[in-house]
């Protein structure tokens, strides 16, 4: 019989979800755990998760990593957010940023006391009055004192993949090179008692941790833990991927330009652009998208098409028994928020704080799966909005986001943001107060009212008020360096 305690932990599955984990893992509990990865190199990964978003800052760190060792290895350039181009409506353009905008008062956000202004006759466009933002669209970079730039990294995910690999392997992880060809159920319990794989090996654990992708092999396919398939609210169904020379400096910030039947992103690296497009196969097909997606690329192509096909939804159970699904075996959400990573990130942080002492406790496995679940449910939500909230009703795609049913949770943060000009963010929700706003304002929403605490500021007061903020932003971004010159000092890495 296994340990009470799950000493014995067999991660299924290398890429970023793998990796990430076994790194984390084999870094926070050392000899603790007895760590084994099973991967095969016959089989592919997705890899296309190559924007970030700020808590992968913070990850990095956690895991003691050097900055500027990790962007060198990944071929990685910083990114302050995101440019959204043709969302609202064919031609306009917003940008939805890391930071922060203007100053917030405790009882209400920045946001209320610049509507003040506009109600007073100020023109100053929002954007003015964030960091981050301006100096994306001046293509500008540098870290400053106090962390007073919030940024991501654009990177590529397969060399993520293995500087995590190295680090994990360092750190005692064990990797198993093999197909799994059977999980073997323990028939008393119904928990999984070993991988055997095609090769006749057998693989022992207490705790199965499932990063197989999509194929969700122990989670789905052996423990039937079920899915909810959410295409009801996003109808986008495929992407097509494809890597491309550089043929300009990289700019700090990842593109997603909206076409009619879904998006296209724009990554920039080091050496390479990531491109790709997302779409609903029901307005476009396969051979049509990936025309349009070659006749928009720049670059020389490094690589063929990686075509994918993916149901959004979420895993019911992500824990179920004695195994826990990580990366895409738990659920998908397209790339439009840049959140793959992130949600990979939260789970193999909720599983190292949730690790058993000893027997596995169903309370931990209730916890875990509805935070989960509430994580996946926020970046839903604020992923429909964008498709929701649009001028946009030039092709059938569009026509039918407009008309969709969307979930109670959203249609009350946009309501009240557009009557009262007010977000409230719940339990430890990943996007801001500021991100919502910018998108919902970026969307085309103004909201009727504001916050009576910024009615305070008398006239002069308000003008000094903006104003200060704004040549503030203004001389901060005049004094920072171009990126791509940054980047070069700071983590060049050597061209392949």
């Known amino acids: ?61 956690l895991l003691g990593i050097a900055e500027a060792d990790f962007m060198r290895a990944t071929q990685a350039t910083f990114k302050l957010g995101i440019k959204f181009e043709n969302w609202k409506d064919l031609g306009e353009t917003y940008f939805h940023s890391f930071g922060a905008a203007g100053k917030d008062h405790w009882s209400a956000g920045f946001q209320h006391f610049w509507l003040h202004g506009l109600a007073q006759g100020h023109s100053h466009s929002y954007d003015d009055y964030c960091l981050e933002l301006k100096a994306a669209l001046e293509s500008k970079f540098a870290h400053l004192p106090e962390e007073r730039m919030n940024y991501a990294y654009q990177l590529d995910a397969g060399l993520y993949a293995a500087f995590l690999r190295r680090m994990a392997e360092g750190d005692g992880a064990t990797r198993i090179e093999g197909k799994i060809g059977e999980v073997e159920l323990d028939g008393e319990s119904g928990n999984i008692a070993a991988l055997r794989l095609e090769d006749g090996r057998r693989i022992e654990g207490d705790l199965f941790i499932d990063c197989t992708g999509f194929r969700a092999l122990m989670i789905e396919g052996a423990l039937k833990a079920g899915f909810d398939d959410w295409r009801s609210f996003l109808a986008c169904d495929s992407a097509i991927a494809i890597q491309t020379s550089s043929v300009r ?38 051979d049509a998208a990936l025309q349009r997606l070659f006749d ?194 700071y983590c060049g890495a050597v061209r392949r």
């Open 249 to 286: 400096p990289p700019v700090p910030y990842t593109r997603a330009i909206a076409h009619d039947a879904g998006w296209q992103w724009r990554i920039p690296l080091q050496h390479r652009q990531g491109n790709g497009i997302v779409y609903c196969s029901r307005f476009l097909d396969r």
């Open 296 to 489: 928009s690329i720049e670059g020389e192509r490094l690589v063929v098409p990686n075509f994918i096909s993916y149901v959004t939804g979420v895993r019911r159970k992500q824990w179920h028994r004695n195994c826990i699904a990580v990366g895409l075996s738990g659920g998908f959400l397209e790339p439009l928020e840049s959140t793959a990573i992130h949600l990979i990130q939260r789970a193999v942080l909720r599983i190292i704080r949730m690790l058993p002492a000893g027997a596995i406790s169903e309370r931990d496995i209730a916890e875990f799966n509805d935070q989960q679940l509430t994580d996946m449910e926020q970046i839903r939500d604020f992923l429909i909005l964008h498709y929701k909230v649009t001028n946009r009703r030039d092709s059938p795609f569009w026509r039918e986001c407009a008309d969709r049913e969307i979930p109670p949770s959203l249609e009350q943060k946009i309501e009240l943001f557009r009557e009262t000009g007010r977000v409230f963010r719940k339990n430890e929700e990943l996007f801001s107060e500021n991100s919502w706003a910018q998108v919902m304002m970026g969307q085309g929403i103004i909201p009727q009212s504001y916050h009576p605490v910024a009615a305070k500021l008398r006239a002069g007061e308000l003008d000094k008020f903006l104003s200060s903020l704004r040549h503030g932003i203004a001389d901060t971004v005049a004094s920072l360096p171009a990126h791509h010159d940054y980047v070069a000092r």
């Open 1 to 61: 019989m296994p340990p009470a305690t799950p000493r014995r932990i067999v991660i299924a599955g290398g890429g970023t979800a793998g990796w990430m984990t076994a790194a984390a893992l084999a870094r926070t509990l050392g000899e603790v755990i007895q760590l084994t990865l099973i991967e095969s190199d016959a089989i592919g990964t997705i890899g296309v998760g190559e924007s970030t978003i700020p808590p992968l800052v913070l990850y990095n760190r």
